[in-house]
C-alpha cells in the first residue's frame, strides 16, 4: 500500500497541474516530487499522468487515486486536529459551517456563551456545503436544502422572501417590483452563477425570457452588498441577510416582480447529542433574531 505522502503528492498535482508548484505546495523540492512520482508508478505498474508540455494530466488510474485522497486527506486532517484538541480540552469544539451567506453578526454576540461553548467557524464554498456535513468537516450548518441522510437532522429557521438589492440612488430604488431586465442590463453580483431549481432563474427570468448577461460571482454575501453599496451592479438575496445592511441606508431592497416562493432555511446538524446539545438552541436563536412575521 502506497504512504500517504504519496497521496498528498497526486492530489497537489491534481490540484496545481505541474510538479513543480505540488512540490512548492506541499513543502517538498521538485526532484523529491518527480522521484515520488516514478516510485508511485514503479509500485502499482501503471502510468498515473500523462504530459501535456509542462502540465501533468492524471490518467484513469490517477483520477481514481485523487479521488481516495480527496475522501482520505481531509479526514485524517480532521482526525490529527481533534485528537490534539481532545489532549487540551477533552472533546474538540462544535464545528458551524458558514456558506456564502455569511452576514450573521446578529449572532455573533452569543456564540461563545457558556450553553454553546466552542465554537469552531468554518468558512465553505457553496458547492461544498453538502459534502462538508455528510463527511463531517462541519457538525452543523445554515442551509437551503437538507440532504436526506442517515445521521443528519434539522431545524426549520424561517422563509424568507427573495429580494432584488441595489444602491440607494438606483433608479429602481423606490420601485413597487423590480423586474428582471434590471439584472440583465446591469451587473448581477451573485454567490453562484448556477441556476437553482425553485429560486429566481425558475420564476423571475425563465418566464421573462432572460438570463441575465454579466453575473460576477462572489462568495460571500458580506461582500456582495458592499460592492451593491459602492454602486457596482445589483443582487437578489434572501431578505433576512440584507435586512441590516437596509435598515443602514447602505442598499436598499426590493420586492421583485410576479409570484415568486418564499425560500425555506434550516439548521441541519450531525444527529448526536453532544452536537444536539449546541445545534438546537442555535438554531432558536437564529430563529429569534433572524425571522420576520411580516
Given at each position: 500500500m502506497l504512504d500517504i505522502k504519496f497521496y498528498v503528492l497526486i492530489d497537489a498535482i491534481a490540484t496545481h497541474g505541474t510538479v513543480h508548484e505540488a512540490a512548492a505546495a506541499i513543502g517538498v523540492t521538485q526532484p523529491a516530487a518527480t522521484h515520488r512520482i516514478r516510485e508511485m508508478e514503479r509500485r502499482l505498474g501503471v502510468s498515473l499522468f500523462l504530459r501535456e508540455?509542462?502540465?501533468?494530466?492524471?490518467?484513469?488510474?490517477?483520477?481514481?487515486?485523487?479521488?481516495?485522497?480527496?475522501?482520505?486527506?481531509?479526514?485524517?486532517?480532521?482526525?490529527?486536529?481533534?485528537?490534539?484538541?481532545l489532549a487540551r480540552h477533552g472533546e474538540p469544539?462544535?464545528?458551524l459551517g458558514i456558506g456564502p451567506y455569511d452576514t450573521l453578526s446578529r449572532i455573533v454576540p452569543h456564540l461563545y456563551d457558556h450553553q454553546y461553548g466552542d465554537i469552531d467557524l468554518v468558512s465553505l464554498p457553496m458547492p461544498e456545503m453538502t459534502g462538508a456535513l455528510l463527511a463531517r468537516r462541519v457538525d452543523m450548518i445554515p442551509m437551503i436544502e437538507v440532504p436526506v441522510q442517515r445521521g443528519l437532522d434539522y431545524r426549520e429557521l424561517f422563509e424568507e422572501p427573495l429580494m432584488a438589492v441595489m444602491p440607494p440612488s438606483h433608479?429602481?430604488?423606490?420601485?413597487?417590483?423590480?423586474?428582471?431586465?434590471?439584472?440583465?442590463?446591469?451587473?448581477?453580483?451573485?454567490?453562484?452563477?448556477?441556476?437553482?431549481?425553485?429560486?429566481?432563474?425558475?420564476?423571475?427570468?425563465?418566464?421573462?425570457?432572460?438570463?441575465?448577461?454579466?453575473?460576477?460571482?462572489?462568495?460571500?454575501?458580506?461582500?456582495?452588498?458592499?460592492?451593491?453599496?459602492?454602486?457596482?451592479?445589483?443582487?437578489?438575496?434572501?431578505?433576512?441577510?440584507?435586512?441590516?445592511?437596509?435598515?443602514?441606508?447602505?442598499?436598499?431592497?426590493?420586492?421583485?416582480?410576479?409570484?415568486?416562493?418564499?425560500?425555506?432555511?434550516?439548521?441541519?446538524?450531525?444527529?448526536?447529542?453532544?452536537?444536539?446539545?449546541?445545534?438546537?438552541?442555535?438554531?432558536?436563536l437564529l430563529r429569534e433574531q433572524y425571522r420576520q412575521t411580516t
Open positions: 508540455g509542462r502540465r501533468l494530466v492524471l490518467t484513469a488510474s490517477g483520477e481514481r487515486l485523487v479521488a481516495a485522497a480527496r475522501d482520505v486527506l481531509p479526514k485524517l486532517r480532521n482526525a490529527e486536529i481533534e485528537a490534539w484538541q469544539p462544535i464545528r433608479p429602481y430604488a423606490d420601485s413597487d417590483a423590480v423586474p428582471p431586465e434590471v439584472f440583465d442590463r446591469e451587473r448581477h453580483f451573485t454567490y453562484s452563477v448556477a441556476p437553482e431549481a425553485g429560486h429566481e432563474f425558475e420564476h423571475f427570468f425563465q418566464p421573462a425570457g432572460i438570463y441575465p448577461s454579466h453575473m460576477v460571482q462572489v462568495e460571500s454575501v458580506n461582500l456582495i452588498l458592499d460592492l451593491v453599496a459602492a454602486g457596482k451592479g445589483v443582487s437578489i438575496l434572501s431578505r433576512w441577510a440584507v435586512r441590516d445592511a437596509a435598515r443602514s441606508g447602505r442598499v436598499v431592497m426590493r420586492p421583485l416582480a410576479g409570484e415568486l416562493p418564499r425560500i425555506p432555511w434550516y439548521l441541519a446538524f450531525a444527529d448526536e447529542p453532544r452536537v444536539a446539545e449546541v445545534a438546537i438552541p442555535l438554531a432558536l
